[in-house]
């Protein structure tokens, strides 16, 4: 990096780098010549050199020839003319002479074109032979070929008429896009392509579902022969029949990618309609730029309309991918692309509403550690923030501003060569400025941030009050789902917002998804994974569900040449049909206890996350605050985001590898993360809070709390969390000094403060007497008060201080009294949530473990009785008796599964 920025004298100590054993300093060499751009043209022969390099070998971490090579290609393709030189070396890569084997070697025939087409006439003046090669890479098996090829052919003007025979073919290929960029590669030839007007004709007639796509090739009809074609009405998708239920649905979405942004081995208006026809969604997202190889075809307001579908829209004008993109859609900058695709999205909401098209600027860039301190050239100085408040405010300026581009920069392009190889600074404005600097009011649409940082959510929605939806991405990263959800939907609560459960199929374990020939699964997250978290989105109150990369999933090619529902596309067809058609009506996701946090405390509480870092806000050390927040959460879910010990786990046992991103739990699914922000009126709908970490109660956050318990709420504070008035009326308690006494199960010591109770009862004390426990009535309710600092065990506290057993027993009884539902089992112990129902319950049990389960279930219901339980995914009820304020019944769950129950209550 640092030799980039030294411009051309840095090259030969790059082009030795090229040469370097250690293949990751070559992606790294390779990284800082393509943004060096004309200026390491000297380096071009030692790129050339690099795209033939070979592996070292399978024992060698470090052996990575497929990206040495991708990255050497893309730094070709930014060197300007010197690159002339590699064009013999480009035309064996396009017929794939020395591909490396693997599922992805296709990749580097479309590079070699796509360097070609960069490269433009002056590659076909001194060398005549790129035409016919481009032309047979026409009919490459692969789409990504094919594309680059075409689009290789329109940039080299004239000489393009060589091809010809090989484009009018193109124009008859089962695939509409190869179709859609052949007609467009006529538009080199201008008058030359006259006489080829009726064929270009029937090919825009030919595409079905993609206006823009269609606008294309009659502007190149027109620009060929002054004609226009006869603009036929808007092609429409076939609407199904009867019309689908869950067309309907307001309250929640289950979305689906319909478009293969990358290998795309499908033909679009076919998946497009198998999503539509296997009834497997209400929301269709559609990613226009990102990971995006092909011009996504943007849908009309009427086709959404017709197929029923909301739409989700992600693109973000800073997208490394926008230029290659914009060149191909024909724009003559990349504003106009910018602003075309945004005008698309606005329309969509004019026609259709503001709840039925949405639209996210963005995720993972919002929350990478890896690119905070990166300046513009590069360099880099890790943050050094003196308080929350400097990493909350650095934040801030990083997610609504143009900072955030620098999530792209080179160290993430050395992680991820294969993703950002082309580059990573567009030279546009992120979304936020571009939308302020071009005048653009995103009204029409409801906008979306996020993150792949759930604990981020609160601080996204106060700090860019326009967007209306977190977007999560999880499951990804290993995880909890549910320490997660607690924050997003806390947050969501808190703002009277929404937020979105993005399911991202990648497995930290084997990798992107994937099937067999047959349709079975073979990698990324099990389909048994991902059925059981999309179920788990809808329980527990996301607004959204969406099946990232569905249109690679879902689907396969089966022999007999339709495409038919893969493995995972099963287990979604399974999620739709409990969404949709067993269990439509969810209620609201029961969550009775709020957490009360500090607004700034800036910490991911969960393990191998991308925002974790050192500590809050990734740079600064963990606190005892942040060590009470971490310890509760394990506290909460025992085991959650660890990886299952291998010995432990059945040899066949593909589920049971995966991470612990859901597991059983010690107080149920019971859990909202607020802050200190949180308005009165949010605060109580929760029965019980609790302050964690940070958070100092006093002065205006005092007031509002007392307000809160004098309405009749219970509130567990912390006397770690005590202000200036730590001696307020509401504790009951004078507070005094801290003091060291041996408080810990073992006999460690603690940090307790002393307490003389005033109004206040002791409920629990510790073996010398001192009060650890106290609970004091004020108005309707109450507050209680734990002395142990921060409820943990230690006199400094850290890695190895643990939650006080009393005090966890406490809890346990505490929220027992709000938490109606109790599971009584020898065996392994399940994940409880609840969802109110007009009428009663939802009783949802997941079993995470890789055996059956069954067990005695207790619901307190003081309405009714009788109950009739029906256990939704099979429909079999009973009635049962309420008997001394409740219900029992025995439950049964196969391993790896959700079991949800229908308690309904009656007279």
């Not at 980039?4 to 992606?27: C, F, K, N, S, Y």
């Not at 080829?196 to 060929?224: K, Y």
């Not at 579908?309 to 910018?338: C, H, I, S």
């Not at 399940?830 to 007009?838: D, E, H, S």
């Amino acid at each position: 990096m640092a030799l980039g920025r030294m411009g051309a004298r840095a090259v030969p100590a790059l082009a030795r780098l090229l040469e370097h054993e250690d293949h990751r300093a070559r992606i790294a060499a390779t990284h800082a010549l393509r943004d060096m751009k004309e200026e390491g043209a000297g380096a071009v022969p030692a790129l050339v050199a690099n795209l033939s390099c070979e592996s070292r070998g399978a024992g060698d971490p470090n052996d990575r020839p497929f990206e040495v090579r991708l990255t050497a290609t893309g730094a070709l393709s930014q060197a300007g003319p010197a690159a002339l030189a590699a064009v013999p070396v480009l035309l064996d890569m396009l017929k794939g002479v020395g591909e490396i084997e693997e599922a992805d070697g296709y990749q580097f025939r479309g590079l070699a074109a796509w360097v070609l087409q960069r490269l433009g006439p002056e590659a076909v003046r001194r060398y005549p032979e790129v035409i016919p090669a481009l032309g047979v890479a026409l009919k490459d098996e692969e789409r990504r070929v094919r594309l680059n090829a075409a689009a290789a052919l329109r940039a080299m003007g004239p000489a393009t008429i060589e091809a010809v025979p090989a484009l009018l073919e193109a124009l008859r290929h089962p695939d509409v896009l190869t179709r859609h960029y052949a007609a467009l590669a006529f538009d080199a030839l201008g008058e030359a392509a006259v006489p080829h007007v009726s064929a270009l004709i029937e090919a825009h007639d030919s595409i079905d579902l993609d206006e823009f796509a269609r606008e294309q090739v009659r502007r190149t009809i027109h620009a060929i022969s002054g004609r226009w074609p006869e603009r036929s009405p808007s092609p429409v998708p076939s609407p199904g029949s009867p019309r689908w239920a869950a067309l309907e649905r307001t309250d929640f979405l289950l979305a689906v990618m319909p478009l293969q942004v990358q290998r795309r081995t499908s033909d679009q208006d076919e998946l497009t309609q198998a999503f539509v026809d296997a009834r497997l969604t209400n929301a269709f997202c559609f990613w226009p730029d990102h990971n995006t190889w092909y011009n996504i075809p943007l849908p009309t307001p009427d086709q959404m309309a017709r197929w029923g579908m909301v739409g989700l829209w992600y693109f973000f004008t800073e997208d490394p991918y926008n230029p290659k993109l914009q060149r191909e859609w024909g724009y003559a900058t990349l504003t106009d692309y910018n602003r075309a695709v945004i005008d698309r999205i606005l329309d969509m909401g004019r026609r259709l509403g503001r709840d039925r098209c949405f639209w996210s600027v963005g995720h993972e860039q919002m929350d990478s550690l890896h690119a905070w301190g990166v300046a513009p050239d590069g360099s880099r100085t890790l943050p050094a923030f003196g308080s929350k408040r400097e990493g909350y405010d650095y934040y801030a300026s990083w997610i609504s501003t143009s900072r955030h581009k620098l999530h792209w920069n080179g160290i993430y392009g050395n992680w991820r060569p294969r993703k950002l190889y082309m580059g990573w600074d567009t030279g546009a404005k992120a979304t936020w400025d571009f939308l302020a600097e071009q005048g653009i009011d995103p009204l029409p649409v409801t906008m979306m941030s996020g993150g792949v940082c759930p604990a981020l959510a609160h601080a996204t929605f106060d700090i860019l009050p326009q967007v209306e939806m977190y977007w999560w991405e999880c499951q990804i990263d290993g995880a909890s789902l549910q320490v997660g959800s607690a924050y997003t939907r806390g947050a969501a609560r808190q703002y009277s917002k929404r937020w979105m459960m993005d399911a991202s199929p990648w497995s930290p374990v084997s990798g992107a998804p994937g099937c067999d020939s047959q349709g079975n699964w073979n990698k990324g997250a099990p389909p048994a994974t991902q059925l059981r978290t999309w179920v788990y989105g809808y329980l527990c109150g996301a607004y959204v569900v969406f099946e990232e990369s569905s249109s690679i999933s879902h689907f396969f090619r089966a022999p007999e040449g339709g495409l038919a529902l893969s493995e995972t596309g099963r287990a979604a067809r399974e999620a739709a049909r409990f969404c949709f058609e067993l269990c439509p009506r969810r209620g609201e996701s029961y969550n009775p206890v709020g957490v009360l946090l500090e607004h700034e405390h800036g910490l991911e509480p969960r393990p191998h996350t991308n925002f974790r870092g050192s500590g809050p806000w990734g740079f600064m050390p963990m606190g005892a605050g942040e060590w009470e927040i971490e310890k509760f959460w394990y506290l909460a879910y025992p085991k959650h985001s660890t990886f299952p010990d291998r010995s432990e786990v059945a040899e066949d046992d593909k589920v049971g590898r995966e991470p612990r991103i859901l597991t059983g739990g010690t107080f149920g699914d019971c859990f909202d993360v607020l802050t200190d922000r949180c308005p009165e009126e949010a605060l109580r709908r929760y029965p019980r809070l609790m302050t964690l970490g940070g958070i100092v109660v006093e002065g205006e956050l005092l007031e509002r709390l007392k307000r809160y318990v004098q309405a009749g709420g219970e509130l567990l504070l912390n006397a770690a969390h005590l202000g200036a008035e730590a001696s307020d009326p509401m504790t009951g308690v004078t507070c005094g000094d801290w003091v060291e006494i041996p408080a810990g199960p073992g006999g460690e010591v603690c940090a307790v403060r002393q307490a003389q109770p005033v109004s206040a009862r002791v409920l629990e004390k510790i073996s010398d007497g001192h009060p650890l426990i106290t609970v004091n009535d004020f108005g309707r309710g109450k507050v209680y008060l734990v002395t142990a600092r921060h409820n943990l065990t230690g006199s400094t506290i850290g890695q190895g201080s643990i939650w006080l057993p009393a005090v966890a027993d406490f809890l346990k009884a505490w929220i027992g009294q709000v938490w109606p539902l109790e599971v009584t089992t020898g065996g392994h112990p399940l994940q409880t949530l609840l969802t109110r129902l007009p009428e009663g319950w939802l009783v949802a049990l997941g079993n995470h473990e890789g055996r059956p389960w069954e067990g005695e279930v207790r619901l307190r219901t003081p309405e009714g009785d009788s109950a009739l339980i029906t256990e939704v995914w099979s429909g079999q009820r009973q009635k049962v008796a309420v008997e001394d304020g409740g219900v029992m019944f025995i439950a049964r769950s196969p391993k790896y599964a959700f079991v949800v129950y229908r308690v309904e209550m009656g007279r």
